[in-house]
Nanobody, 121 residues
Framework: QVQLVESGGGLVQAGGSLRLSCAPS????????MGWYRQAPGKQRELVAS???????NYADAAKGRFTISRDNAKNTVYLQMNSLRPEDTAVYYC???????????????WGQGTQVTVSS
């Protein structure tokens, strides 16, 4: 069983910073793309940033220049550094991983439970 556990959310004032972490655990053979998504109340879940195993990154327009996604392959951990936070960044942030389960050797998309980020004005 593969699980993704996020941490690092919280309450911050506008202009502040937070760093989110996502650590997959369980029966993992390989990890391909890892990404961060967010869902604000009444809105659809949207991609914030993603990173493939080779390090290539992709950002939503709202995240460019303010957020940085990175990964530590040795720790199987992905991070999202968020700077210059705005009230409109308030949402539940989810980690998603494209992961091969070691026992079944099948690729699957796995989601974390989400972590709340609240930015006050």
């Amino acid at each position: 069983q593969v699980q993704l556990v996020e941490s690092g959310g919280g309450l911050v004032q506008a202009g502040g910073s937070l760093r989110l972490s996502c650590a997959p655990s369980g029966s993992i053979a390989s990890i391909n793309t890892m990404g961060w998504y967010r869902q604000a109340p009444g809105k659809q879940r949207e991609l914030v940033a993603s990173i493939i195993s080779g390090g290539t990154t992709n950002y939503a327009d709202a995240a460019k220049g303010r957020f940085t996604i990175s990964r530590d392959n040795a720790k199987n951990t992905v991070y999202l550094q968020m700077n210059s936070l705005r009230p409109e960044d308030t949402a539940v942030y989810y980690c998603k991983g494209r992961i091969m389960d070691r026992s079944r050797h099948l690729w699957g998309d796995y989601w974390g439970q989400g972590t709340q980020v609240t930015v006050s004005s």
